[in-house]
């Protein structure tokens, strides 16, 4: 079982930055897809950015493209992924989820290709 935790949500106003953390017990040497998706309130769950690690290929929302930045620390046994949201905006206010899966994804932004999932990090963006 793949254990997910992220971290680093918070309240912030516009043109402000926040950066999430997720926590995984997914090894270092293992063939994975990662992701970030987001729920706003209301809304269906969105697909922010993802990470194929077979390739190293990225891939982001048309939404977020330019401001977010997604990456990997696997200097330890176990893989760290980060979201660096910089420019933040009112819409991007949701519960912020990170996901994985082994092997790889043909939709990484596509919520049914993952298997786990974190228990989400609020982020909160004021006008």
């Known amino acids: 079982q793949v254990q997910l935790v992220e971290s680093g949500g918070g309240s912030v106003q516009a043109g402000g930055s926040l950066r999430l953390s997720c926590a995984t017990s997914?090894?270092?040497?293992?063939?994975?897809?990662m992701a970030w998706f987001r729920r706003a309130p209301g809304k269906k769950r969105e697909g922010v950015a993802g990470i194929d690690t077979v390739d190293d290929t990225i891939y982001y929302a048309d939404s977020v493209t330019g401001r977010f930045t997604i990456s990997q620390d696997d200097a330890r046994n176990t893989v760290t992924l980060s979201l660096q949201m910089n420019s933040l905006k009112p819409e991007d206010t949701a519960m912020y989820y990170c996901?994985?899966?082994?092997?790889?994804?043909?939709?990484?932004?596509?919520?049914?290709?993952?298997?786990?999932w974190g228990q989400g990090t609020q982020v909160t963006v004021s006008s």
């Open positions: 997914v090894g270092k040497y293992t063939s994975y897809s």
């Open positions: 996901a994985a899966r082994f092997g790889r994804v043909v939709s990484p932004l596509d919520p049914n290709e993952y298997t786990y």
